[in-house]
């Protein structure tokens, strides 16, 4: 029902900023709009962490204590994209970032948890240099 293309990834300086984009491409009786967006990362030979993640209307966000202040997560509904600009990039930031799709609504979930999330993006790597 959705598809999703994450791109923007790249290597940067520590210190350095990237913007991260995630287009959706959305069955023909669904609405990009239906979904709470999430960014995640996976770092080699670590599990997937949660990175940030936005409600439907874009009015609400919740971060990552490690990427709080830094980080930044918004959305397009029109044009069926979520963004999410990296500030003052660290080494421990390295990872694949991957885009997600959460059907649940506000209030049933806090929007964290990977297994909540019913589609996924095939990733972006970020790598940053020290």
């Known amino acids: 029902q959705v598809q999703l293309v994450e791109s923007g990834g790249g290597l940067v300086q520590a210190g350095g900023s990237l913007r991260l984009s995630c287009v959706a491409s959305?069955?023909?009786?669904?609405?990009?709009?239906?979904?709470?967006m999430g960014w995640f990362r996976q770092a080699p030979g670590k599990e997937r962490e949660f990175v940030a993640a936005?409600?439907?209307?874009?009015?609400?966000?919740t971060y990552a204590d490690s990427v709080k202040g830094r980080f930044t997560i918004s959305r397009d509904n029109a044009k069926n994209m979520v963004y999410l600009q990296m500030n003052s990039l660290k080494p421990e930031d390295a990872a694949d970032y991957y885009c997600a799709a959460n059907s649940l609504g506000v209030g049933y979930s806090d929007y964290q948890k990977s297994h909540e999330y019913s589609y996924w993006g095939q990733g972006t790597q970020v790598t940053v240099s020290s």
């Open positions: 959305v069955a023909s009786g669904y609405t990009f709009s239906s979904y709470a």
């Open positions: 936005v409600t439907w209307s874009g009015d609400s966000t």
